[in-house]
T-cell receptor, first 111, second 116 residues
Framework: SQQGEEDPQALSIQEGENATMNCSYK?????LQWYRQNSGRGLVHLIL?????REKHSGRLRVTLDTSKKSSSLLITASRAADTASYFC???????????FGTGTQLKVEL | NAGVTQTPKFRVLKTGQSMTLLCAQD?????MYWYRQDPGMGLRLIHY???????AKGEVPDGYNVSRLKKQNFLLGLESAAPSQTSVYFC???????????????FGPGTRLLVL
């Protein structure tokens, strides 16, 4: 498994705006996953995109994957205060079914 | 379903004391994991298990031991706690490989441990 690196480390936006966060990784992957962590809580799985997919949607979430650049982005549209959380990407290589998480992007959505 | 639960939620230990953290899942998941989360470090894998009776080392296993005697439980032990083990500990589980969602991990709410 390998670690993803999220960028930016912190992001502050107004409610209703879109939030974009990026992830870079180093080696080939089977899939890439995004997780959310609300303050003081466990991580929650948001979305998984496979290496043969370029874009995936789930509600207000849009994930893209560019395997040639070894990067992914997570877009949250029409953000809400409840979206305030840390977001982690987790590249998955399949070995031992292990995920490795980076330090995350801290998103703050202000009213 | 309760999902993944962790006991206790919070604990204070003195240096040198021992304790066991319990993780339980009611989803019949094959894989289970223990992570620690420290400020600025993200989550780091301590130990994991690919099935009942099996365990393996993760990224930061030193100072910890684990056991998976029952499929639904994964125990994390600290034999002699050190201040460097002050952290938030998360347990997670995932389905077996034949499942369509085997790569996704489900996390517990965490245990905050303070070692003085």
């Amino acid at each position: 498994s390998q670690q993803g690196e999220e960028d930016p480390q912190a992001l502050s936006i107004q409610e209703g705006e879109n939030a974009t966060m990026n992830c870079s990784y180093k080696t080939s992957i089977n899939n890439l996953q995004w997780y959310r962590q609300n303050s003081g809580r466990g991580l929650v799985h948001l979305i998984l995109i496979r290496s043969n997919e370029r874009e995936k949607h789930s509600g207000r979430l849009r994930v893209t994957l560019d395997t040639s650049k070894k990067s992914s982005s997570l877009l949250i549209t029409a953000s809400r205060a409840a979206d305030t959380a840390s977001y982690f990407c987790a590249p998955f290589t399949g070995g031992g079914n292990k995920l490795t998480f980076g330090t995350g992007t801290q998103l703050k959505v202000e009213l | 379903n309760a999902g993944v639960t962790q006991t206790p939620k919070f604990r204070v230990l003195k240096t040198g004391q021992s304790m066991t953290l319990l993780c339980a899942q009611d989803m019949n998941h094959e894989y289970m994991y223990w992570y620690r989360q420290d400020p600025g470090m993200g989550l780091r894998l301590i130990h994991y298990s690919v099935g009942e009776g099996t365990t393996a080392k993760g990224e930061v296993p030193d100072g910890y031991n684990v056991s998976r005697l029952k499929k639904q439980n994964f125990l994390l032990g600290l034999e002699s706690a050190a201040p460097s083990q002050t952290s938030v500990y998360f347990c997670a589980s995932s389905e077996e490989r034949t499942s369509g969602r085997w790569e996704t991990q489900y996390f517990g709410p965490g245990t905050r441990l303070l070692v003085l």
